[in-house]
């Protein structure tokens, strides 16, 4: 019994003089064989970013639901928003918008709604520019469509220069031209001009 308990201490004395020996080398074993399996990195698999010229875009401001509100010289409120406005570069009072509402109300029961795919606005000059699919309705009961309409807020008077086609109260109507303004009493009127043509449709 007296003999194992001499071996005992020597025994432990060697298994740590191994163990320090063999776990560095382990250990710089398994190291070396992380960096072996480790992939390649590649630099095409780099998360991709969006290709967006930084600089156009801080020049490109741009409003999100933007709405102006006045008053014509004699008297006709009007009520403009649009979806999304951008300020022109050289004049931010000019802007370019998509989806334009504008709605007018002559205080004497007479509104007008007119709705476009897009347009311009000048808040200086108090100016306007429906642009494409243009769509009028009032609420005298016209349901009317154009090209283009464009004009005044400041002296009410916007004119649609080209063709204008829908309903009226009469029937289908047809117009070379038609201008959208404040008659003698300060009620809004719809003068159709350039051949008119209509279809008399009576009530049911």
Not at 108 to 123: E, I, R
């Amino acid at each position: 019994m007296a003999a194992r308990a001499d071996r005992s201490p020597r025994t432990h004395t060697r298994l740590v003089r191994l163990a320090k020996l063999l776990l560095p080398v382990a250990a710089l074993a398994l190291l070396s064989t992380i960096f072996l399996l480790a992939r390649k990195v590649n630099p095409d698999d780099a998360i991709p970013f969006a290709e967006v010229d930084v600089s156009e875009r801080a020049r490109e401001q741009q409003l999100t639901m933007p709405r102006f509100t006045g008053v014509s010289t004699d008297g006709t409120t009007y009520d403009l928003s649009a979806r999304t406005a951008r300020p022109d570069a050289d004049d931010p009072r000019r802007m370019t918008v998509d989806a334009m509402r504008l709605i007018l109300d002559d205080g004497l029961g007479g509104t007008a709604t007119v709705m476009s795919d897009s347009g311009q606005v000048d808040t200086a000059a108090r100016t306007v520019m429906l642009d494409g699919d243009v769509r009028i309705e009032t609420s005298s009961g016209y349901r009317l469509e154009t090209g283009r309409l464009q004009g005044s807020l400041g002296r009410l008077e916007v004119v649609a220069p080209g063709e204008v086609t829908g309903d009226g109260p009469l029937g289908r109507l047809r117009a070379g031209a038609m201008t959208l303004d404040e008659g003698p009493e300060g009620a809004g009127r719809l003068l159709f001009t350039g051949g008119v043509d209509l279809l008399y449709v009576p009530p049911s």
